[in-house]
């Protein structure tokens, strides 16, 4: 069983950035997609932005989070960054990691809370 664990959850100001980390047990090369997502109160959860490694490497980012998030990976600490600049009240979500392995096994964290508030 992979264990994940996100942090890097906050209150934040409008305008703010934050960077959130999602640590895996296991080492990357074993998924081939890793993603960032999000849940906020009274909506489903969506995908925010996605890495894929086979067949070369791609990422994803959903509209609300072009130009403004970056999502990044260290093979060497098996570890998922989302780094996120211009925050706004409508980022304010727990925010998820998925890692996906080629056999189609996924592994989810706890989440994360990120707050944007004045």
């Known amino acids: 069983q992979v264990q994940v664990v996100e942090s890097g959850g906050d209150l934040v100001q409008p305008g703010g950035s934050l960077r959130l980390s999602c640590t895996a047990s296991s080492p990357f090369f074993n998924f081939n997609t890793m993603a960032w997502f999000r849940q906020a109160p009274g909506k489903e959860r969506e995908l925010v932005a996605s890495?894929?490694?086979?067949?070369?490497?791609?990422?994803f980012y959903a509209d609300s989070a072009r130009g403004r998030f970056t999502i990044s990976n260290d093979y060497a600490k098996s570890t998922l960054y989302l780094q996120m600049s211009n925050l706004q009240p409508e980022d304010a979500a727990v925010y998820y990691c998925k890692f996906t392995t080629s056999t189609g096994s996924n592994y989810w964290g706890q989440g994360t809370q990120v707050t944007v508030s004045s």
């Open positions: 890495i894929r490694t086979r067949s070369g490497t791609s990422t």
